[in-house]
């Protein structure tokens, strides 16, 4: 796993993950047949450009320290199944695809954050760590809300 | 005229109320006893007004009773004096009963008088009449034995008596400005309709809904009334609500009993063609409107019976198959005609269509089940709601084999979610012989989406429900079968912006039901067949079809859409109330050239 020595070294991979999260939107919108769906996968790209500017602040600012709030995890994405991408996907699918990311995200930063001794980095890694699992959320309560409607 | 004036006797069967626990019983009197009223109208009128509800002596056997005879225990409002001649108490409380409504006169109702001195006070102010209405309590319909309804697939409630109905419809306030209209999806005139069945005119009450709802009898035991008309119900505040709904039942049960239904002469005959796609609740409503204005209708439907998820979906024990057949039967006789088993998209394309046809309404409903994605959901004897019901409703599954489809092997059923369709479901695993069944629901009862009647009916015929609980994985034997079902207890997490509290699994607190037959019925979305051939129907990322909400068009000319295919899963009026929306729409396109 890759050492990081400060915390704007850490803020650049954390958008350049971003950015990643935004390129995968965006060719999924292209592959993607339907319409309705190719418009979603935008608004999720959209979704993870916004959180790439909200790391772009805490950079500019220098404020390391994301105050901690308790975030909500229904658990959702630690259950279903995982999806395969493919040009036909339906929206609770695109849902799943999201979900997973924002968890994977999550778990990586909550290990980068065990893995090192700089409190200061690892207040960062958590403060990361808790985005992701917002973004998470967010999908979650979508699913929750639309897909398990009568669960 | 003092002469006029007689007392009758008469045997009571009388609706009672209890005023400490407002139960209802018919305090029925041994030979000996009777409750003795002073007539007001002469004699032979009383008695025929009174001869339906009360077991009525004639004239001559009636008798004089002395002022100031001796019938005590009611209090008299107007002379404080007592009502009646013993001392009844509640049949359900035991406790001394100290009132009686007497609901014989179905103009005068309530009635009250004094046996003591003969009083009465029928002519009375709006005021006291509320008051006294407020009085009288909700009136259940009498319902099959629970412990003989399980073996059986007959409908639950029986339905209101016309003593019942005429009771129950006594209770309405008439509001003036009535808000039970308001929580009606098409309006139904509710005041008016049980105004005239307290005037005795229940096929006027069954025109009167009509001019509405063309499915009074569908609506009447499949409507959330709850949560609609029931629900803003002025009585509700204070007390429980007018069962509206049960009125609706009643009203529309007599006009069909007593064979009132007329089918309308449609005089004028246009040349112009509309198709209807889909026989549920809005393509029935639909084609009703539109055949009535003189166009020529066709009714596409993919299954081979029409009726949509009425046929395939509700139950014959929450729905009989005959009504919802007398209906279509109704619709054939106007003229609409009805092709079965054709799938358009499929069969016919929505351009083809277009090419016989002036305009086209969807109808098609959500009839696409959704899966929750978790591991093991392609074992065997894991179904969803829809297929399981199709096969037990439309294929009678259960009469295997005298009908092909063969019954789900297997004795231990777990139902997925919490709502109607949920309920059906599981209420089916018991009719056909199920010998554990569980409905598994993430949230706590407070969440259940389904009707209470639905959970109570359910709860009383043996069905058991797992509340918290979250399936997350289903276990099959090497077979390739069901065997389990492994879940994870829940806790509601704090609310939520939008006040809701979410379902969040406790850790480490999985375990596993054993379990045969699985039924996921946690909702349903729409079927994407049709609109993989009329891609340019624009349709929201569910799925479902995008339209003008005032005229229901779709983004392609011509063609017109309501019901679920719309709104996603919703109620059946709601899916009428589309079905209008969209003829009065397509009639005002074709009528204008």
Redo the contacts between chains.
């Keep these: 796993m890759q050492a990081f020595k400060n915390a704007d070294e850490i803020l650049d991979f954390a958008m350049e993950s971003e950015q990643k999260a935004v390129d995968f939107y965006t060719e999924l919108a292209e592959k993607i047949k339907n319409?309705?769906?190719k418009?979603?996968f935008r608004e999720f790209a959209q979704e993870e450009v916004g959180h790439k500017a909200k790391l772009m602040k805490i950079k500019e600012e220098r404020i390391f320290t994301i105050p901690a709030e308790?975030i909500?995890?229904?658990?959702i994405s630690?259950?279903?199944?995982s999806?395969v991408i493919k040009p036909d996907m339906?929206?609770?699918?695109a849902l799943?695809v999201a979900m997973n990311r924002e968890k994977a995200a999550f778990n990586l930063y909550t290990r980068l954050a065990v893995r090192t001794d700089v409190p200061e980095l690892q207040s960062l890694f958590r403060g990361l760590a808790q985005e992701e699992s917002k973004h998470k959320l967010r999908f979650e309560?979508e699913y929750?809300e639309?897909?398990?409607?009568?669960? | 005229m003092l002469e006029d004036v007689k007392y009758l006797k008469f045997k009571t069967y009388l609706n009672t109320y209890c005023p400490h626990c407002r139960n209802t019983f018919n305090y029925e009197r041994k030979d000996e006893k009777y409750i003795v009223f002073k007539s007001i109208y002469k004699g032979e009128e009383a008695e025929l007004k009174l001869s339906p509800y009360l077991d009525v002596f004639d004239v001559e056997s009636s008798v004089e009773v002395a002022e100031n005879d001796r019938l005590d225990d009611l209090i008299c409002p107007k002379c404080k004096k007592s009502l009646i001649v013993e001392e009844p108490v509640c049949g359900e409380c035991g406790s001394p009963v100290a009132e009686l409504i007497i609901t014989a006169f179905s103009k005068l109702m309530p009635f009250f008088i004094c046996l003591k001195h003969g009083c009465t006070w029928h002519g009375l102010s709006k005021a006291d009449e509320n008051r006294v209405k407020l009085k009288i309590p909700r009136q259940d319909m009498p319902e099959q034995d629970m412990k003989l309804r399980v073996a059986n697939h007959g409908e639950v409630p029986y339905g209101y008596t016309t003593e019942l109905a005429q009771l129950e419809a006594g209770r309405c306030l008439q509001c003036k400005d009535p808000k039970c209209v308001k929580g009606c999806p098409v309006n139904v005139d509710i005041p008016a309709f049980i105004s005239l069945i307290r005037d005795e005119k229940v096929d006027d009450a069954a025109k009167k809904i009509k001019e509405t709802n063309m499915l009074p009898a569908v609506c009447g035991r499949v409507c959330p009334q709850e949560s609609q008309c029931e629900a803003l119900c002025i009585l509700g505040l204070r007390d429980r609500p007018v069962a509206i709904g049960n009125l609706e039942k009643f009203v529309a049960d007599y006009e069909r009993k007593m064979d009132l239904v007329k089918v309308p002469v449609i005089k004028t005959k246009l040349k112009k063609k509309v198709a209807v796609v889909g026989s549920g609740p809005a393509g029935l409503t639909a084609a009703a409107d539109l055949i009535q204005r003189g166009y020529s209708v066709t009714i596409y439907e993919a299954l081979h019976e029409a009726g949509g998820v009425l046929v395939y979906g509700i139950p014959e024990f929450r729905l009989p198959k005959s009504i919802v057949n007398f209906e279509i039967d109704y619709l054939k006789q106007m003229g609409v005609k009805i092709e079965l088993n054709c799938v358009i998209g499929n069969t016919i394309t929505m351009d083809e269509l277009l090419e016989h046809f002036d305009a086209v309404f969807i109808g098609v409903g959500a009839g696409l089940p959704v899966f929750m994605n978790i591991p093991g959901e392609t074992l065997g004897n894991v179904f969803s709601a829809n297929e399981y019901l199709t096969r037990m409703n439309l294929m009678k599954a259960y009469k295997f084999p005298e009908y092909d489809t063969p019954k789900p092997k297997g004795n231990k059923v777990v139902v997925l979610g919490g709502g109607n369709v949920a309920m059906d479901s599981a209420r089916t695993a018991i009719r056909t012989g199920s010998t554990e069944v569980t409905v598994v629901y993430r949230r706590s009862r407070q969440e259940l989406p389904a009707r209470h009647e639905e959970v109570r009916h359910a709860e009383e015929e043996g069905v058991k429900f797992m509340l918290l609980t979250a399936p997350v994985k289903y276990i099959g034997n090497d077979q390739g079968i069901l065997k389990g079902l492994e879940c994870l207890r829940m806790q509601l997490g704090e609310p939520d912006s939008s006040g809701r509290r979410r379902p969040i699994p406790i850790e480490g607190s999985n375990f596993v039901i054993n379990c045969d037959v699985a039924v996921v019925a946690i909702g349903n979305s729409s079927n994407p067949i049709l609109f993989q051939t009329a891609t340019d129907i624009k349709r929201n990322k569910w799925g479902n079809v995008e339209v003008n909400p005032e005229t229901n068009q779709t983004s392609k000319e011509h063609v017109y859409a309501g019901g679920d295919i719309v709104t996603g899963a919703a109620t059946v009026i709601q899916a009428m109330g589309a079905g209008r929306v969209a003829a009065n729409a397509i009639h005002k396109k074709l009528s204008a050239g």
């Design positions: 319409e309705e769906m418009v979603i308790r909500a995890d229904l658990k630690d259950y279903v199944d999806v339906s929206y609770q699918e799943i309560m929750d639309y897909v398990l409607t009568e669960n």
